[in-house]
């Protein structure tokens, strides 16, 4: 079993910066694939960035350019910073661990609201 624990959210003004981060529980966390997805509300879920047990990336259309996700695993935490943020980028940002035998684990996400 995989917990994740989001935080970093906020109200940031359009062209701000915002870094957010997931902390994971469990000793595999180093094996596990980590991504970032947000959901804006009436609109499905969709990737922001992944990256790889290796440190192999990822991004998705929505924020490419414009974010980067990076992985300590001393500490166990995932995150993505995102620069130039935009109205459209607000949403609930979720992180999910995928481990190497498929098994797939959210957190309950973290607002992230853009506006003036």
């Known amino acids: 079993q995989v917990q994740l624990v989001e935080s970093g959210g906020g109200l940031v003004q359009p062209g701000g910066s915002l870094t957010l981060s997931c902390a994971a529980s469990?000793?595999?966390?180093?094996?596990?694939?980590m991504s970032w997805y947000r959901q804006a509300s009436g609109k499905e879920r969709e990737l922001v960035a992944a990256?790889?047990?290796?440190?192999?990336?990822n991004y998705g259309d929505p924020m490419k350019g414009r974010s980067t996700i990076s992985r300590d695993n001393a500490k166990a935490t995932v995150y993505l910073q995102m620069s130039r943020l935009k109205p459209e980028d607000t949403a609930v940002y979720y992180c999910?661990?995928?481990?190497?035998?498929?098994?797939?684990?959210w957190g309950e996400g973290t607002l992230v609201t853009v506006s003036s």
């Open positions: 990256i790889t047990s290796g440190g192999t990336t």
């Open positions: 999910r661990s995928r481990s190497q035998w498929g098994a797939i684990y």
């Open positions: 469990g000793s595999s966390f180093s094996r596990n694939a």
